[in-house]
């Protein structure tokens, strides 16, 4: 689905007559306008996806995350730019002496919606609920150091917990819950409560106005927002709109019925930038792609062969041409958004002779001159399973592209997102090889992944086993702070990246349009929302 | 009659059972479940089963079905997974926002196709025939999702004129809550219009293709060359006598048409950012929630079963040669 060429020739032709008839106008200078005159407006925010629930207790998803902790609720602590945790509705903290109790001091200006203030009895159920079996909150191992939460007072409440790495990243991510609302209800039949798609109730910037399911959502400026935190946000609403098709809703950016189409597919890229009413904005984010390789296969039991196909593959080529420039070529887990990401770190070259050489000596030989090379009696050909997303599809046309030219047979495989997913995490690991993207934590524990003892469970995907990187990823999330993590963090990144159980492809940029009139908007990897407050509409 | 209807409406229930349970077992032989949709790298396997659990996936599934089953017909539609609410507040919700872009695409299909079809009847192999059978003919073979992208990219250029600009997705504007009655009612309108065009369209091209040839067909009539003997105006022949004639075959056409539009609004509802059933059977699908694809395909079914019923009756209230019983 295109953009149809004439269609850019006649905004092209708009745009150059306009400049010709026109005498140049001074450009009016949004930093000008005083803070008082940017009151006003609603801003349009747009997605593919749906926004399902406002109770976080369920979020599944990275906008709806966003929504709770940014728009309507408010988590105890944000990230600064720099990872590090700052207060919001905690107005300070005090961490215990051998770090095993945490108490916050919470803000006592901040009230629900409905008028009721926000207290430590709402932290504290907020908690208990997290906890609780019965609720399956995806999240919940953020948590799982924290033991118990005791309430000192109406904005005191103290944790005890067991010391570890990143202590207070938990209480980032989570939203404090109204618990006058939802106390009532049992643990179980929370997720069916009317609070989470009809009737929340919040305490953020923003108050909720309207749901119209599979259309918006619709908040409007909470006018008791604490004053110490900006007070009322400069806009009147925020409107979410879910455009399920990326044509569609590029259509809507440009005509200008959405202010922000957040997570732009690649293909509109040059497009937004060569439109002056638009503006790209993009960033390094948690979320990469990468190939799978099942080693229990006979190609893939060798870390020197992996390392030889990750070789073979042109990963630059792939992110000019399918990303249109906007990722970065992995080396590891590790991206440029984390802070103990090592900017001087290579990946691996695009090098298919060296690449043919690894293969030729580990045995791989191609006697019989059909092009695809063999080992006792075993030719090195193998199915590349991925989603039908258009991204993917070409990614795996090119890698098989590249593979054959190292004597490699790649049969990209096209199925339904869901089917690829039962195949790769059944027991059975019924795949070769697969290609898919996911979004890391902001803190990175991954020994689901990657730990010999997690063998068998759905997301060692390729039973890929190393004691001595297992005893690495242990340490992580022992190690209390940032210097002695740093390093363990980067040799985990060196230890995967040398052992290649998967290829890394590439950490995505993520990259969100913008109409100019929108100001104040500045998206990083802590996503497009994080500043919502501070959001203008700039009308010359 | 009124057997008629009965008899046809007792047949229709073991028609739905089957569907229903052809469904049922359909979903769960694909792949994956609902659980699965939480693939991520930061939930961890336990949650995910605690999640099967929850939603009862972890029971033999004739238990599943059967329990299905009973709360169906109890009329408890049971719960979406991934929308978190109740199936039939999703449908609430949806259906209405379909059968409206179904009927006025139901309306411009047979409106827009008869006028066409008896236009160029009328004047056989002239240029007007040969034009319009031509663009019919184009606008048949367009798939409608590529026609709604085509009119979505038409209608945003900055290119179109401000007085010809359509809103090209969702059902309202996004002031649409500060209108007044009748702007709202004005705002409706212009929301329909692309989304309409592009999923009748095409239904429309066809009719015009029928009407046509029937009618050719009835103008051939001796009781058309008697008419004209009697020396009626032209005019009076074709509308009084021919027309009423040729539309009984195409009558019959709206059973076969209804389950083409709400197919169709599957796709177009994505295209157009639209709201309905046909999207969230679609996502229902891709989430694997099973409660909502159940209970949207039992009221696709019901549409159509029910829309051939109509055609069938309308048949026979039109020709009095039919009979039903």
Not at chain 2, 217 to 238: F, H, N, P
Not at chain 2, 278 to 289: E, Q
């Amino acid at each position: 689905m295109r953009w149809p060429r004439y269609s850019s020739v006649m905004a092209a032709a708009l745009v150059a007559g306009a400049c010709a008839g026109e005498p140049p106008v001074e450009e009016p200078d949004p930093a000008a306008v005083p803070a008082a005159e940017r009151y006003g407006g609603t801003a349009v925010v747009a997605g593919l996806g749906e926004i399902q629930t406002m109770n976080a207790f369920f979020s599944r998803d990275y906008m709806t995350d966003q929504f709770q902790a940014y728009v309507l609720f408010m988590t105890l602590l944000r990230y600064d730019d720099e990872l590090q945790p700052e207060p919001y509705l905690a107005r300070s903290w005090t961490v215990g002496p051998d770090s095993n109790e945490v108490v916050f001091e919470l803000r006592d200006d901040v009230y629900w919606h409905d008028g009721t203030p926000t207290t430590a009895y709402d932290v504290a159920f907020t908690f208990d609920r997290v906890k609780d079996p019965a609720v399956p909150y995806p999240n919940r191992s953020s948590f799982d150091a924290w033991e118990s939460a005791e309430v000192l007072g109406p904005h005191k409440v103290r944790f005890t917990l067991r010391p570890h790495a990143d202590l207070l990243h938990g209480w980032t991510a989570l939203p404090i819950m109204p618990r006058h609302i939802l106390e009532g209800t049992p643990p179980e039949d929370l997720a069916t409560h009317p609070f989470g798609t009809s009737e929340p109730v919040g305490n953020g910037p923003f108050r909720f106005v309207e749901h119209l399911p599979g259309d918006r959502w619709i908040f409007e400026a909470n006018p008791d927002f604490p004053a110490e935190l900006g007070g009322r946000p400069y806009l009147d609403r925020l409107v979410y709109r879910v455009v399920p098709n990326e044509t569609t809703l590029f259509a809507e950016l440009r005509s200008g019925g959405v202010d922000m189409y957040v997570r732009v597919a690649p293909v509109f890229v040059d497009r937004i930038e060569a439109d002056p009413d638009l503006r790209l904005v993009a960033y390094p984010f948690p979320n990469y792609s990468f190939i799978a390789w099942n080693s229990r296969r006979p190609f893939f039991e060798s870390a020197s062969v992996r390392r030889a196909l990750t070789m073979a593959i042109d990963r630059s080529e792939i992110v000019e041409v399918v990303r249109h420039g906007l990722a970065t070529p992995a080396a590891g887990p590790v991206g440029a958004w984390h802070w103990a990401y090592d900017s001087a770190r290579r990946p691996l070259a695009h090098a298919p002779d060296s690449a043919a050489a690894i293969l030729e000596s580990a045995g791989w030989r191609d006697a019989d001159g059909d092009g695809v090379r063999e080992r006792d009696g075993v030719r090195f050909s193998f199915d590349i399973s991925t989603n039908e997303s258009r991204e993917r599809a070409s990614i795996a046309e090119l890698v098989q592209r590249y593979l054959a030219q190292v004597g490699v047979e790649a049969r990209p495989r096209i199925r339904e997102h869901q089917s690829v997913i039962a195949d790769v995490t059944s027991p059975e690991r019924r795949f070769d090889a697969f290609l898919l993207s996911w979004t890391q934590g902001l803190v990175l524990d991954e020994r689901d992944q990657w730990a010999c003892d997690r063998i068998g469970k759905p997301l060692q995907f390729t039973s890929y086993c190393n004691p001595e990187l297992d005893a690495v990823m242990d340490s992580i999330p022992r190690a209390t702070d940032r210097s002695a993590q740093e390093g363990l963090i980067r040799r985990y990144d060196t230890m995967l990246a040398a052992d290649q159980p998967f290829t890394f492809l590439y950490v995505e940029k993520r990259a969100d349009a913008l109409r100019r009139r929108l100001q104040g908007a500045s998206p990083d990897f802590r996503g497009e929302l994080a500043d919502v407050r501070s959001w203008w509409l700039f009308q010359p | 009659m009124i057997r008629y209807t009965v008899r046809r409406l007792l047949e229709a229930v073991p028609i739905l059972i089957g569907i229903v349970t052809l469904i049922f077992l359909l979903l769960h032989l694909a792949p994956g479940d609902p659980a699965t949709a939480y693939f991520n790298p930061n939930v961890s396997p336990e949650i995910i089963d605690r999640m099967r659990e929850n939603l009862g996936l972890d029971r033999p599934l004739h238990e599943q079905y059967l329990r299905w089953l009973r709360s169906f017909f109890t009329g408890d539609f049971g719960y979406s997974f991934s929308q978190h609410r109740p199936v039939a507040d999703v449908i609430r919700d949806a259906l209405p926002n379909t059968l409206l872009l179904s009927a006025v695409s139901l309306v411009l299909i047979f409106v827009v196709g008869c006028a066409v079809g008896a236009v160029q009847a009328v004047r056989q192999y002239s240029a007007l025939d040969n034009v319009t059978t031509f663009v019919s003919l184009f606008v048949y073979s367009m798939p409608g999702f590529w026609l709604g992208l085509m009119l979505i990219l038409a209608f945003s250029s900055p290119a179109m004129p401000e007085f010809l600009r359509l809103p090209i997705s969702g059902v309202t504007s996004i002031d649409y809550e500060f209108m007044g009655p009748i702007e709202r009612i004005v705002d409706r309108v212009r929301h329909l219009v692309l989304p309409s065009f592009a999923l009748g369209i095409a239904s429309a091209a066809g009719v015009a293709r029928y009407m046509r040839g029937s009618l050719l067909e009835v103008i051939g009539q001796d009781y058309i060359r008697t008419a004209r003997a009697k020396g009626l105006s032209e005019r009076r022949v074709i509308l009084k006598h021919a027309l009423r004639n040729a539309l009984i075959p195409i009558v019959s056409l709206l059973g076969l048409y209804l389950p083409l539009l709400f197919g169709g609004s599957v796709v177009i509802e994505v295209v157009f950012s639209w709201p309905g059933m046909g999207r969230a059977l679609y996502n229902a699908i891709l989430a694997r929630d099973y409660p909502v694809v159940m209970a949207a395909s039992f009221l696709f079914g019901v549409l159509v079963l029910g829309a051939n019923l109509l055609a069938d009756l309308s048949y026979a209230v039109i020709d009095p040669r039919i009979r039903t019983d």
